[in-house]
């Protein structure tokens, strides 16, 4: 089954601890990125990845960490997590970056996770 | 700069009854727009999407959407809600290579 898969779904922790979100597809999809949601905001973006080896920040890069080393991983890194990165976090993949247009490729959303962080 | 207005963050309505959601865009040149269903617990769906074709845009699940140029609208209808509608919807447009979000609207179906 084509999927994103993010792991963990839940997760409490504490300020300063370090921690990883991980993200995976399997759809040989070029692009990948990360987005938070916050309840009035919508979804925000975190960082992007154009392909291996090539991110670069969104709108909401501050506190965060990408890598992609493999064409079907894009974990999310958080050297030192605050309360205000309490958030559902969202991965999504798709063939290519989104372009206005008839050929925009569709966006595959992983199942969220939550991060609460005391 | 592209931007999107969801102008209600709650709607709720009976099962059997008519949906409608509403999304404004801003933009100064011929968009690029989606919505997003978002089930509790999991992740975002895409309904349909609008790309310069058909201004009346068919999704899943017996939505579509209107855009509308002369109103700057997308908004999304049903002809008669479900149970399994309720749910977060999203209005989305791109804008320099990337997906940008309204603020989402709930959606509550009443029996």
């Known amino acids: 089954e084509a999927q994103v898969t993010q792991n963990p779904r839940y997760l409490i922790t504490v300020t300063g601890k370090k921690l990883t979100v991980t993200c995976s597809q399997n759809?040989?999809?070029?692009?990948m990125s990360w987005y938070r949601q916050d309840p009035g905001l919508g979804l925000r973006q975190i960082y992007y990845s154009m392909n291996v080896e090539v991110t670069d920040k969104g709108d909401v890069p501050e506190g965060y960490k990408v890598s992609r080393k493999e064409k079907r991983n894009f974990p999310l890194i958080l050297e030192s997590p605050s309360p205000n990165q309490t958030s559902l976090y969202f991965c999504?993949?798709?063939?290519?970056?989104?372009?206005?247009?008839?050929?925009?490729?569709?966006?595959?959303f992983g199942p969220g996770t939550r991060l609460t962080v005391t | 700069a592209q931007s999107v207005t969801q102008l209600d963050s709650h709607v709720s309505v009976s099962e059997g009854t008519p949906v409608l959601l509403r999304c404004n865009y801003s933009s100064s040149y011929s968009p690029s727009l989606f919505w997003y269903v978002q089930h509790p617990n999991k992740g975002l769906q895409l309904l349909l999407k609008?790309?310069?074709?058909?201004?009346l845009v068919k999704g899943i699940n017996g939505f579509e959407a209107e855009f509308k140029k002369s109103e700057t609208s997308f908004h999304l209808t049903k002809p008669s809600a479900h149970m399994s509608d309720a749910a977060e919807y999203f209005c989305?447009?791109?804008?320099?290579?990337?997906?940008?979000f309204g603020q989402g609207t709930e959606l509550s179906v009443k029996p």
């Open positions: 999504a993949s798709s063939l290519g970056p989104p372009i206005a247009g008839r050929g925009t490729y569709e966006q595959y």
């Open positions: 989305v447009v791109i804008q320099g290579g990337k997906l940008i």
């Open positions: 609008y790309t310069s074709a058909a201004t």
């Open positions: 759809m040989n999809h070029e692009y």
